[in-house]
């Protein structure tokens, strides 16, 4: 076993996971291609939701690792490798889009002539919502975010055998250099897949609503990694409860700013009470979706908020355990709260269909296959990175 | 040395923050409870190698923010919605979301107030200004750069040459014995003393007169109150005859003056018919304005019991042949004339008003004296609603 | 310049010990003023002046005297007020933000940002109050039974701000107080003058450094922070809904919230930055209050600056997306229309000139930052006049469109804004210790044992 000077001894992930992964993504995946060919129109606004999810990981995950070397952060550094492995998702977003683009008549109200023409806010609105520039956009997005992921991890990798500082100035160069890119990419994003399935609506914070959601699932997720591969001695026996206080903390953070942002975006629209900005709202109140929105409330912030409060929960990996998997889970009901209502623009009802629950299942899959194979590639500490000894010796 | 009786402590001073670490973890290990470590600022881990637990003052925080917000939402609701119902904005009479804001403030105010005075207040004792280690040089050492330990005098198994022995033994330097302060008396009631209070609370009442009355009295505005104009009723020299109010030209007519023409004639009620349908908005208001104008003398249904109590002579029952005779002009003449002891009610009631006064009067004379078919029509009502409308 | 990356940056240099501390920090109040600091302060008092006798003739012959008429209700006094509690913002930053993230450097320039936060919120409100018209009606803000058995209107954002600023200033205050005992403890134990000693002894309130002390005071500050921490997301938010949660176009639109408060710690830090150069000049507090300060505190003005810029971009974007002809009207009318003058200045100052601190030669270049920071603060200023003024001044109705042009008197309030703003600022100097004395030695090197304290555990 090779031993490295922190103290870092490789210990290779159980075959198991392999298994698992790849038996949840061929059952997701199958059920999948099945629901598409039934029926494309509903199949296609459930992947929608998943395929956000995986952007939220992807992006978000990045943003951790970039934010972690423009910041000068150490005590995140014997984890940042974990937040690595997950934005190794962003690569594989180029493949899964190709079913959204295929049916994007489907989702998109405003890419049928007949709907555009019947109103004169969506014939203003064709210079941005339109078919061609939709794909370019999206699909430029995509790929700047994989050149930015390229170099950032490629510097990272080689650091753990050339031990080279200089490594780390050029990645904090170029993540400081990702960031305003990501601000502006990931509010093309989420105006673009999100806002636009309801083309009449607008708001100017909606993507930094869908920012705070995405830092706050890649950091459940993170919490969620590290805690169960530390456990199991897969880490540093020097990564302790007060990391994990630290990210706990972080969660509550975002916990709160998430829900500033959400309440800001409603206390101004129910304020100022205009048809246009209410109407989305309303679409979200009526009927069955008024349990959802309040279950948001509850799940987003609520719940999370009061948990994450006391300074002992912060400490104990088990409970940060269950508000990781809690918040992977409201971010995804947040993002079918922020898809499915939108339905009725599309020209037919809102129901529930059982491709809804297949994708996720699909999604985590995938996640799994991707961590498990870098995994054997690479180690899960960045053993050369020059502020792993001040991260590990991190103290509150 | 001799025993001192007023010894309250002794202290060591040491060099290194390391130094001190390990002395407090020995004065701990020993047994000592009724010791303190002073440090120019905050040492890592002293509080673990003291024996401190966490601070639990998180708890006052958590329980005066709580407190505050659920006290001032109740209260912002209480506010706008019960005890002065008042709708703002379109917004319904207990619009919570708009109430989150200044919850939220409140919320930090309370609990942040009563942490920082809970913590120098409750938790520390503070002010504490003749505590005996305040002008010790180890204190002010203490204040620059030297770390200290102190025992006091108070704990079970102090000796006092023992807890030297052992500050010495754990490289403590400048070992100082800190002695009670003497108490100091302080009469409060000398002569000076209230001599000296008199003197200010006479300085401070006169400066404060001058300052607010003559200083800084200002009238903003001044110029609305002080206007070049003339009241009514008061003297001007402008007008030769001194008065400030003007009598109107000869044949003024004031607005909207209808004149009555038939003012002392001797049948009035011929021309005068009665303009108006008996609608139900206008019964309504004719039986307001009875019971305002006409009740006090003439009873609240007509019947000539006056609620007057002797005070005024009764006004005659509306219910007499006479009066249900009366055609409407005779009664809209005597309303705007009076009669006998009734005075004109011209000014106070304009004229829809009487006239409709008039209809109620009929409505009140039909009840008490009803035809059969106004039985009948009852009858057809009550099956109609269900209800029994004659009660 | 190659950084090492395995050690932390030092935050204090010269290697000064800990009684070294003492000196360098108490000096400005052990020495008499310089002639320097008298000139400064004559200046600065001066403005206070104008700013009183304006005060005073507004209050004598009204707000008439002041440039506002319909429909351009709000002018000067509301961007003054914007634009001073904004400065504030950036003292709660440093003393509770970074604290929280755990932000070392921000020892050096916590209490100095922290004093200028409760002189900016003293000076932002005077504004709300004066504006009224009628500032001694000003009580009935208060929800107190009184004799109209009548309560304020608690929907009204304004409201709210009577609530947020308060409370800002209250916890502000408390927080500043706070981290003053221990230090006036010291001077206390220093001094050997006896009116000065009695003066320090009654404001530390008999501190004797304990460690039984420490513990409680450390979770105090730490909890303060935390409540302090969203209070400032929430003042200058609130500050943001007087505006948008109103129709006027320019106004109404959802990110305002983020962005006030991201506009407030960009002035904030720029005001800071400003104040601070001139201090470590005078003072000779070079090694405290290093470069490395001033670069840190560059890029978060980077930061704010560009958050601010997305602000801008997101707003013209969604004007044009929303396909309202009033909100495309009015953000078409702030580039082309009579106030173009006040948005060339915003965009350059507050979006365009920050991107410099991209460079590390400007990070590191004080001339360079201390232009930048001015530009910033007069950015920002007009940031605020553009949305109050222009917005106004052309809303629905052409018909009632109308210009705004300031008088004297206008101008005059502003002048006393800053001079009260920075008479306080120059006493504080001289008072107390502009730089905490305790957080200072507690970041020295070797100020923290290498021994912990507990027995097994790391």
Redesign the interface.
């Known amino acids: 076993m090779p031993s490295t000077e922190v103290g870092y001894v490789r210990r290779e992930l159980p075959e198991k996971l392999k298994t698992i992964g790849l038996s949840l993504f061929a059952v997701g995946t199958g059920l999948g291609i099945i629901g598409f060919l039934i029926n494309p129109e509903r199949t296609s606004l459930s992947y929608l939701v998943t395929f956000m999810f995986l952007v939220s990981i992807g992006i978000g995950s990045l943003f951790l690792v970039a934010l972690e070397y423009a910041v000068g952060a150490d005590w995140s550094t014997p984890f940042r490798r974990i937040s690595e492995f997950l934005a190794a998702v962003i690569p594989f977003l180029l493949i899964l889009v190709i079913p959204l683009l295929l049916n994007m008549r489907n989702i998109f109200p405003w890419t049928h002539k007949s709907i555009v023409n019947s109103s004169e806010l969506l014939k203003g609105k064709t210079a941005y919502l339109n078919i061609p520039f939709f794909i370019i956009r999206s699909l430029g997005i995509f790929i700047i975010w994989w050149v930015f992921y390229y170099f950032i991890i490629r510097n990272s990798r080689k650091q753990d055998s050339s031990k080279d500082q200089l490594l780390t100035k050029k990645n904090v160069n170029i993540s400081s250099g990702f960031i305003p890119v990501f601000g502006l990419s990931i509010t093309a994003i989420a105006f673009d897949w999100m806002m636009s399935l309801e083309p009449n609506w607008f708001s100017t914070i909606f993507g930094v609503y869908y920012f705070s959601g995405t830092v706050w699932c890649a950091l459940a997720a993170l919490t969620l990694i590290v805690i169960l591969l530390n456990e199991r001695g897969y880490l540093h026996r020097k990564i302790d409860s007060e990391h994990y206080y630290t990210l706990g903390l972080l969660m509550f953070a975002f916990t709160v700013f998430w829900a500033y942002i959400a309440f800001s975006q409603y206390l101004l629209i129910w304020y100022a009470d205009l048809p246009d900005e209410t109407i989305w709202f309303m679409h979200r109140w009526i009927g069955p979706w008024k349990i959802v929105s309040l279950a948001i409330v509850f799940t987003h912030f609520i719940f999370p908020f009061f948990y994450l409060l006391s300074y002992k929960v912060k400490m104990q990996a088990k409970k940060l355990k269950f508000i990781a998997i809690w918040i992977l889970c409201a971010h995804l009901l947040d993002l079918y709260w922020l898809v499915m209502p939108g339905m009725p623009s599309n020209g037919y009802q809102y129901y529930f269909s059982w491709t809804d629950l297949v994708f996720p299942i699909a999604g985590v899959g995938l996640l799994i296959l991707i961590f498990k194979y870098l995994s054997q590639k690479y180690n899960l500490l960045p053993i050369g990175d020059p502020k792993l000894q001040r991260g590990l010796d991190f103290h509150l | 040395m001799s025993e001192n009786k007023n010894l309250n402590s002794v202290a060591a001073l040491f060099d290194?923050?390391?130094k001190?670490?390990?002395a407090?973890?020995k004065v701990k290990e020993a047994g000592y409870t009724k010791f303190?470590?002073?440090?120019?600022?905050?040492?890592?881990?002293?509080?673990?190698?003291?024996g401190?637990g966490?601070?639990k003052?998180?708890y006052v925080?958590l329980f005066f923010?709580f407190a505050g917000a659920i006290f001032i939402f109740l209260?912002?609701g209480w506010?706008?919605a019960i005890?002065?119902p008042?709708i703002?904005?379109?917004?319904p009479l207990f619009?919570f979301?708009?109430?989150?804001?200044?919850t939220?403030?409140?919320t930090?105010?309370c609990?942040?107030?009563a942490?920082?005075v809970g913590?120098?207040a409750v938790?520390?004792n503070?002010?504490?200004?003749?505590?005996p280690?305040?002008d010790s040089n180890y204190?002010?050492e203490?204040?620059?750069?030297k770390f200290g330990v102190v025992i006091e005098a108070q704990d079970p198994i102090f000796e006092r040459d023992k807890v030297t022995e052992f500050l010495k033994s754990l490289g403590g330097e400048k070992i100082e014995y800190i002695n009670e302060p003497e108490k100091e008396e302080f009469k409060i009631l000398q002569p000076k003393f209230i001599l000296f209070l008199v003197v200010v609370a006479a300085l401070t009442s006169f400066g404060t007169f001058i300052t607010l009355n003559k200083l800084m009295y200002?009238v903003?505005?001044n110029w609305m109150d002080n206007q070049r104009k003339s009241n009514p009723q008061s003297e001007t020299n402008f007008f030769y005859d001194g008065y400030a109010m003007r009598t109107p030209v000869v044949g003024t007519v004031a607005k909207e003056f209808m004149p009555y023409p038939y003012q002392g004639q001797a049948q009035p009620e011929v021309p005068l018919a009665n303009p108006t349908l008996p609608t139900e908005q206008l019964l309504k208001m004719g039986q307001e304005k009875f019971l305002t104008f006409c009740s006090p003398c003439h009873g609240n249904y007509a019947q000539g019991v006056s609620r007057l109590k002797g005070q005024f002579p009764p006004g005659p029952t509306l219910h007499s042949a006479k009066i249900i005779g009366y055609s409407d002009g005779m009664i809209y003449n005597i309303i705007t004339n009076g009669q006998n002891a009734m005075p004109s009610y011209a000014y106070q009631i304009p004229r829809e008003q009487r006239w409709a006064i008039i209809d109620y009067i009929r409505v009140l004379q039909r009840a008490q004296n009803p035809n059969p078919s106004d039985f009948q029509a009852i009858k057809e009502l009550n099956k109609e609603s269900g209800k029994n409308a004659v009660n | 310049m190659n950084i090492d990356y395995t050690k932390e940056l030092a935050l204090v240099e010269g290697n000064p010990r800990l009684a070294d501390i003492d000196e360098i920090i108490t000096r400005p109040l052990t020495q008499p003023p310089t002639r320097k600091y008298y000139i400064a302060l004559s200046i600065s008092s001066t403005a206070l002046l104008i700013g009183a006798y304006s005060l005073w003739l507004t209050l004598y012959y009204g707000i008439g005297m002041w440039g506002n008429n319909i429909p351009v209700g709000w002018a000067f006094d509301i961007t003054n007020f914007v634009f001073w509690i904004g400065i504030g913002h950036a003292g709660t930053l440093i003393s509770a933000i970074l604290f929280l993230l755990r932000q070392r450097w921000r020892t050096g320039i916590a209490r100095f940002a922290e004093g200028m936060t409760i002189f900016a919120v003293m000076t932002a409100g005077i504004f709300p109050v004066i504006h009224t018209g009628r500032p001694w009606l000003a009580g009935y803000l208060i929800p107190y039974p009184n004799q109209h058995l009548l309560w304020p209107n608690f929907v009204s954002p304004l409201l709210w701000d009577v609530f947020a600023v308060s409370t800002y200033f209250t916890v502000s205050l408390m927080f500043w107080y706070m981290g003053l005992i221990p230090d006036f403890a010291i001077l206390r134990d220093q001094t050997v003058n006896k009116i000065k000693k009695t003066i320090y002894s009654f404001f530390s309130l008999g501190w004797r450094h304990s460690n039984r002390h420490w513990r409680h005071y450390e979770k105090t500050y730490m909890i303060m922070a935390g409540l302090a921490t969203p209070l400032v997301l929430s003042v200058h938010t609130i500050v943001s809904f007087d505006f948008a949660v109103s129709l006027i176009p320019g106004w109404h639109t959802t990110i305002f919230p983020p962005y006030f408060v991201a506009g407030a710690i960009y002035s904030g830090f720029a005001m800071v930055m400003t104040v601070l150069i001139l201090v470590r000049k005078v003072f000779d507090m070079e090694n405290i209050i290093t470069l490395n300060h001033l670069e840190r505190m560059a890029k978060v003005m980077l930061l704010t600056g560009s958050l601010v810029a997305y602000s801008y971009l997101m707003e013209f974007f969604i004007a044009w997306y929303s396909q309202i002809p009033a909100e495309q009207y009015d953000f078409w009318a702030r580039v082309v229309g009579p106030y173009r003058w006040a948005w060339y200045f915003m965009i350059s100052c507050n979006a365009l000139i920050p991107q410099l601190i991209w460079f590390k030669k400007i990070r590191r270049s004080v001339t360079v930052l201390f232009i930048i920071s001015i530009c910033a603060n007069i950015g920002m200023w007009f940031e605020r006049f553009v949305i109050i003024v222009q917005s106004l001044s052309r809303d629905y109705l052409p018909s009632s469109w109308h210009m705004f042009t300031p008088t004297l008197v206008d101008f005059g309030v502003l002048t006393g804004s800053f001079g009260l703003f920075f008479t306080l600022v120059l006493l504080f100097a001289k008072t107390m210790p502009v730089i905490s004395i305790v957080e200072t030695k507690s970041v020295l090197e070797g100020a923290q044992p290498t021994v912990h304290g507990g027995s097994d555990h790391e």
């Open positions: 290194t923050p390391n001190i670490i390990n407090a973890k303190d470590v002073n440090t120019p600022y905050p040492v890592h881990g002293m509080d673990k190698a003291m401190l966490q601070s003052i998180g925080t923010g209260f912002m506010t706008m005890n002065y008042y703002v904005g379109g917004k619009p979301q708009a109430f989150i804001p200044i939220f403030e409140v930090v105010l609990g942040s107030i942490t920082v913590m120098l938790f520390f503070l002010p504490f200004l003749n505590h280690i305040h204190i002010k203490v204040s620059i750069d200002v903003p505005f």
